[in-house]
């Protein structure tokens, strides 16, 4: 009877393991995790899913909306040929960009606006696909409009991102001008990182690491729910200082 217990006892240590290294591979907390969930086995384990997976539970509302969200982009596509109006493919689109169809989210927003359309969200949500598609110089117009509607559009990311767009096609002083505005309203970590690559493209590389730290800095007084959902700018931003100390090495 013992024999049996501690065998089920070690599978399960076992299973604790494996749920806490697939959750540390796919969020990449602190790396002192890693250590503990080898070393001190279901133990460290145990910790790890009581301080990192059970409050990333939190996270879990984003990836469910993944199924509402797929049902209903199949209502529109249906709807759509029967009814292929400026507002459905709006809509559609916006959910093609929440589920990163990058490309069929161009699509909709091309189908949408028209030479009657006076709104600038269209143009805006087109220019974030076109930027996540590469297509920059296609970016620019788009989200130009959305800035000249409203320089603080989308909480300044539209700013950010036309910087960005504008850095990417050579038009190095006008990104600078607007980085420099964009980053003096916003403490969005997207655009201190794409900030931080256009002064590495400059080869200012003291200050690319400046604005690439101040991403990082963050970490201390962010939430941990923040913090969970900023992870990805993270891993970024360290990337991106690790290149810049190599770049700065004489």
Same mark, same amino acid.
């Given at each position: 009877?013992?024999?049996?217990?501690?065998?089920?006892?070690?599978?399960?240590?076992?299973?604790? %393991?494996?749920?806490?290294?697939?959750?540390?591979?796919?969020?990449?907390?602190?790396?002192?995790?890693?250590?503990?969930?080898?070393?001190?086995?279901?133990?460290? #384990?145990?910790?790890?899913?009581?301080?990192?997976?059970?409050?990333?539970?939190?996270?879990?509302?984003?990836?469910?909306?993944?199924?509402?969200?797929?049902?209903?982009?199949?209502?529109?596509?249906?709807?759509?040929?029967?009814?292929?109006?400026?507002?459905? $493919?709006?809509?559609?689109?916006?959910?093609?960009?929440?589920?990163?169809?990058?490309?069929?989210?161009?699509?909709?927003?091309?189908?949408?606006?028209?030479?009657? &359309?006076?709104?600038?969200?269209?143009?805006?949500?087109?220019?974030?696909?076109?930027? %996540?598609?590469?297509?920059?110089?296609?970016?620019?117009?788009?989200?130009?409009?959305?800035?000249?509607?409203?320089?603080? $559009?989308?909480?300044?990311?539209?700013?950010?991102?036309?910087?960005?767009?504008?850095?990417? &096609?050579?038009?190095?002083?006008?990104?600078?001008?607007?980085?420099? %505005?964009? &980053?003096?309203?916003?403490?969005?970590?997207?655009?201190?990182?794409?900030?931080?690559?256009?002064?590495?493209?400059?080869?200012?590389?003291?200050?690319?690491?400046?604005?690439?730290?101040?991403?990082?800095?963050?970490?201390?007084?962010?939430?941990?729910?923040?913090?969970?959902?900023?992870?990805?700018?993270?891993?970024? #931003?360290?990337?991106?200082?690790?290149?810049?100390?190599?770049?700065?090495?004489?």
């Amino acid at each position: 009877m013992g024999s049996l217990l501690f065998f089920f006892a070690s599978w399960w240590g076992v299973i604790l %393991q494996v749920i806490a290294i697939v959750h540390f591979i796919r969020r990449r907390p602190d790396t002192y995790w890693l250590f503990i969930i080898l070393f001190l086995g279901w133990i460290g #384990a145990l910790v790890y899913i009581v301080a990192e997976v059970i409050p990333d539970a939190g996270l879990l509302r984003t990836e469910f909306q993944v199924f509402p969200r797929r049902r209903r982009i199949h209502e529109l596509e249906r709807a759509i040929l029967d009814n292929p109006s400026a507002g459905n $493919y709006e809509e559609l689109g916006l959910l093609y960009l929440d589920d990163r169809d990058y490309a069929r989210a161009r699509y909709c927003y091309d189908k949408a606006i028209s030479s009657r &359309t006076d709104s600038a969200d269209p143009f805006y949500r087109r220019g974030v696909a076109e930027v %996540q598609l590469g297509d920059f110089a296609a970016a620019v117009p788009d989200l130009e409009r959305a800035v000249a509607a409203d320089p603080g $559009y989308d909480f300044h990311r539209a700013k950010g991102l036309l910087a960005h767009a504008y850095a990417q &096609t050579g038009q190095m002083e006008k990104a600078e001008l607007l980085f420099r %505005q964009a &980053t003096q309203i916003s403490t969005s970590s997207e655009t201190y990182y794409n900030y931080a690559l256009f002064l590495q493209s400059q080869n200012r590389f003291s200050e690319a690491r400046e604005w690439a730290q101040k991403i990082v800095d963050k970490k201390a007084t962010m939430p941990g729910y923040l913090k969970r959902r900023e992870r990805p700018w993270f891993r970024k #931003a360290y990337a991106l200082l690790a290149r810049l100390s190599l770049q700065s090495t004489p």
